[in-house]
Nanobody, 124 residues
């Protein structure tokens, strides 16, 4: 497992933007496929986006496609989620996840390492 720390959450008005970061202290993430999940109050955790080890492949949930972008940072231990055109229904705790697999994982069970989460609140 790799220790992951999310940051960048906060309160934003509908239509605004936030960029979440996920970092692994002292570890490189280039050998890990990465993903973002979210959990809204009273709901199960759901898939948001995933990126391959190389960064060449990505996949998004339909609910965020065209608004969110997952990417890897120039430093080899950071991953981002750029969130634009935010909606109140995007309000949730956002988690980053990682696993050393050579494919594009999208299921929660595909990931072995998880961060503690960062709160995103979108006001209407």
């Amino acid at each position: 497992q790799v220790p992951l720390v999310e940051s960048g959450g906060g309160l934003v008005q509908a239509g605004g933007s936030l960029r979440l970061s996920c970092a692994a202290s002292g570890r490189t993430l280039i050998t890990y496929a990465m993903g973002w999940f979210r959990q809204a109050p009273g709901k199960e955790r759901e898939f948001v986006a995933t990126i391959s080890r190389s960064g060449g492949s990505t996949y998004y949930a339909d609910s965020v496609k065209g608004r969110f972008t997952i990417s890897r940072g120039a430093s080899k231990n950071t991953m981002y989620l750029q969130m634009n055109s935010l909606k109140p229904e995007d309000t949730a705790v956002y988690y980053c996840a990682a696993d050393p697999v050579n494919y594009l994982p999208i299921e929660e069970g595909d990931f072995g390492s998880w961060g503690q989460g960062t709160q995103v609140t979108v006001s209407s």
